[in-house]
């Protein structure tokens, strides 16, 4: 039915694209999940967006989870359905099959009901959760006409073409992958090979045999193939051949873009953006890609650097970066209230620091607060982390930070006061390996924490504001 939302938890394939495009068509709300996400993190999107189906991968790891939701009564009011070829659509509730019709075909052949209409430009048309600083992700709601417009804005941009093809590595639950990705290649009749995940030497093959010419990625990614080109001299020969590098997600370290050029000859193209704005920064196609910075507003979108009073800073003066973009959410799902804190005076408040030069470009120079952590690309609430460890016996009090981490950028570290022992108290790799271990029954893997420091107490201001930014050189 329209505006229903339909989750889809699967890895990458050309099924989870023509879901997309069949719920498009419909008018159903499309809203992705990251298959390796651990029960509790599946459970939160299914009830806050009020799913009424989510397609899985029959024998995933994300079939499992299910089955475990299943079992718990969690799946009451959502329809599992098979997202493979021949799968059967099962009834509501159960887990075996009503009818054979494999979903996709269902999509793409379904008439429209009579009653319902075409969806409009402005309906919500994807429902992308990203890490909320109260500790559960937020439905960040888009609507057709923001998705494509912005898309087509960058892209254009970029010079995307129908004789480009793509190689494309990114999850498909982000907007990076899912929208600048595939919608992107769509828009441009480009032709994409889809990655299940991301392997380096696989991204060079297709560059070296299978006519890639574009490829975008997170930071991690180019480090990655960076590797893969110090391990094999003819790696750099074959991505030299592709057209355009993009890097956007996370900072890309200016060593990195120095080290990409000196090997394929290619100045990687820096963006910026976010899942509630979209893309809204870049450097340009033809003028100067400058290292470190991102560039300038995108076609569509404006930005600006604004000090505590929201007044403009001076040039190069460091302030919180606000934009306004074509790309805009419509809102965060069911939470006006978070809708409305995320503005003032029209402008989309980003919570990352940044500078501007005089001729427009901006360097983004990190976040207002320790409240996330960009871990390869990905973003995850500290107060996440720290509400899953704060359960753990031992933990009497915990703060979560962003260690500095030379592939993902950050990773995550914890700062922990212990409970008085009971018994031996264990060492610090013992604790961090039982709080892994711990974080592990509830948080998926890029989540977990990496690295500890134990301490009799916590930095805090005069507030009782733990200070973050004193554990960082711990
Ligand atoms: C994995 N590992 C990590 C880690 N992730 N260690 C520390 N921090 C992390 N974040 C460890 C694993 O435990 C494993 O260890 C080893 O690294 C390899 O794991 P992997 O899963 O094979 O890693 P890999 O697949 O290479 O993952 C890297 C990646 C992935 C870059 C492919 O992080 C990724 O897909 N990132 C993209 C995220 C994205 O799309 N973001 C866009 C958000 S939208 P061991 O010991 O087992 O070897 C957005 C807006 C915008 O931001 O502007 O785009
Ligand atoms: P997400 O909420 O996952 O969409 O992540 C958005 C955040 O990613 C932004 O607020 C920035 O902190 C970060 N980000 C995205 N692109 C860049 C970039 N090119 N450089 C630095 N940070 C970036």
Known sequence: MQG??????????????????????????????????????VRHILRDSGAAAVLYQPGSEGADILDALESEGALAAVRRIALDADAPVPAAGSASGASSTSYVRLLASSPLEDSSRAPLDEDTAVLVYTSGTTGTSKGVA??????????????????????????????????????????????????????????????????????????????????KLLEAMAARPEAAAALGRGRLFTSGSAPLPADDFHAFEAATGHRILERYGMTETLFTLSNPYDGERRPGTVGQPVPGCA??????????????????????????????????????????????????????????????????????????????????????????????????????????GERVAVAVVMRPAVGPRPDDATLLAELYAFAARSLTEYKLPREIVVLDELPRNALGKVQKHLLRPR
């Open 303 to 408: 930005v600006r650097v604004v000090d505590d009073a929201g007044q403009d800073a001076p040039n190069g003066e460091l302030g919180e970066l606000v934009v306004q973009s074509n790309g805009l959410m419509t809102r965060y799902w069911g939470r006006p209230d978070d809708t409305a804190a995320s503005f003032r005076d029209g402008w989309f408040m980003t919570g990352d620091m940044a500078h501007q030069s005089p001729d427009g470009h901006v360097t983004i120079a990190g976040r207002k607060a320790v409240d996330f952590i960009k871990s390869g690309g990905f973003k995850i609430s500290t107060r996440e982390v720290e509400d899953v460890l704060r359960r753990h016996s031992r933990v009497a009090d915990v703060a979560v930070f962003g260690a500095p981490d030379r592939v993902f």
């Open 4 to 41: 229903d939302r339909v989750a889809v938890l699967a890895e990458s394939s050309p099924s989870v694209v023509v879901a997309l495009l069949g719920h498009h068509r419909l008018g159903v709300v499309h809203v992705p999940v990251n298959p390796r996400y651990r029960a509790a993190e």
């Open 142 to 223: 888009l609507s057709t006409r923001a998705i494509v417009e912005n898309v087509e804005s960058l892209t254009h941009l970029w010079r995307f073409g129908s004789r480009d093809v793509l190689a494309l590595a990114l999850p498909l639950f982000h907007v990076h992958g899912l929208f600048l990705g595939i919608l992107g290649a769509l828009l441009h009749g480009m032709k994409t090979l889809l990655f299940e995940r991301f392997d380096a030497v696989r991204i060079v093959e297709a560059f070296a045999s299978e006519g890639a010419s574009v490829f975008m990625g997170v930071p991690t990614m180019y480090v």
